[in-house]
């Protein structure tokens, strides 16, 4: 198992939010006018409003960045490769958010060289501010290890002129004192990337199964496949409305249009098993710790048909409690 860099998710231009679940939709801000206490023992964060915090740590290669995407997916606003000094303050700005930012991972590791100079301190910094934290080491074995960083041709960080296995023994040691003190070690040897997952779902996600996130895209096929789909679905069995010419000028947004489309002999039938088996999909996606899917819906131009289906479609998913965003990718382009 070998670790995987994940950038941040980024909402296109004239996407649709159906929104599943409870409705609600939560996002991270800073509140300039948030009220602070002056407490010597909580000097600067609201009691009310101290996040929680869990440190991720442990072995290069063992697999701290798929712990940190799972939590991630959990809802946890998660900080790569933080220095430790900006711990107490980065908890500080999460108790100023009136409850957006409830809870905070970050991910500390050898790559700040100097990391864990300060790292008792932010510490001992948050126990005094009353800060609820837990820290989730990662390990594995030294052959483990070695098989990763050879699998992928990177050095390891700390190896400088040395071996794989010379960087290994002295991140142990670096590492020593934080893996003796961490309130969950996973060993990951003989992990894959799902059991992982599967690990840090139960630890953390409570009796509330994992969100499934949907992107459904409208696309025509004359401007090509979206290159991040997962399942890719065609509409071009149906009649195409550019052919009737008083429904030319509109989309599939259109009430008309996409009236038409349903009346089509198999459109509504074509709805009702797709969404059945997205479904079966969706529970195997979780399954598999696989927490966003992107479902492209095609037809010629990416105009009409389409653009109906993929409206229609986003609603069943948000009826199921899926968090569906709609995207027309194609629409307006001609």
Not at 255 to 273: H, I, M, T
Not at 323 to 332: A, C, F, P, S
Request: charged share 30%; glycine share 10%; aromatic share 6%.
């Amino acid at each position: 198992m070998t670790e995987h860099e994940t950038g941040p998710v980024t909402e296109q231009d004239g996407a649709r939010q159906h929104t599943g679940g409870d409705g609600t939709r939560r996002s991270a801000r800073q509140d300039d006018g948030a009220q602070v206490t002056t407490g010597k023992e909580n000097a600067g964060v609201p009691e009310a409003g101290i996040p929680e915090l869990v440190i991720i740590s442990g072995m290069s290669g063992a697999g701290r960045s798929t712990a940190a995407k799972c939590l991630e997916d959990l809802g946890w606003f998660v900080v790569d490769n933080l220095p430790p000094a900006l711990i107490p303050t980065m908890v500080e700005l999460g108790a100023r958010s009136q409850g957006n930012v409830a809870r905070i991972a970050v991910v500390v590791d050898v790559r700040g060289r100097r990391f864990f100079d300060n790292l008792r301190e932010a510490l001992a910094d948050l126990d005094v501010r009353g800060v609820t934290r837990r820290t989730v080491f990662l390990e594995s074995s030294d052959e483990a290890l070695v098989r990763r960083f050879e699998s992928v041709r990177r050095p390891h960080p700390l190896q400088g002129d040395g071996r794989i296995v010379d960087g290994i023994a002295a991140e142990r040691e670096l590492l020593r004192e934080l893996r003796g003190d961490a309130d969950l070690v996973i060993d990951t040897s003989s992990l894959n990337v799902h059991e992982l997952r599967a690990k840090m779902d139960a630890q953390f996600a409570g009796e509330e199964e994992p969100e499934l996130r949907a992107t459904v895209m409208s696309f025509g096929f004359k401007y090509g496949l979206p290159v991040d789909a997962d399942l890719v679905v065609d509409m071009r069995f149906l009649p195409n409305p550019h052919w009737v010419p008083e429904l030319r000028p509109y989309t599939g947004l259109n009430e008309e249009v996409a009236s038409y489309v349903f009346n089509q002999p198999g459109a509504k039938e074509f709805l009702d098993r797709y969404a059945e088996m997205l479904r079966l999909v969706a529970a195997g996606y979780r399954r598999e710790g696989k927490r966003y899917v992107t479902i492209a819906v095609g037809c010629t131009g990416g105009k009409h048909r389409s653009v109906a289906m993929s409206e229609k479609l986003a609603a069943r998913l948000a009826a199921e409690g899926v968090e569906t965003v709609v995207v027309h990718r194609d629409m307006g382009r001609e």
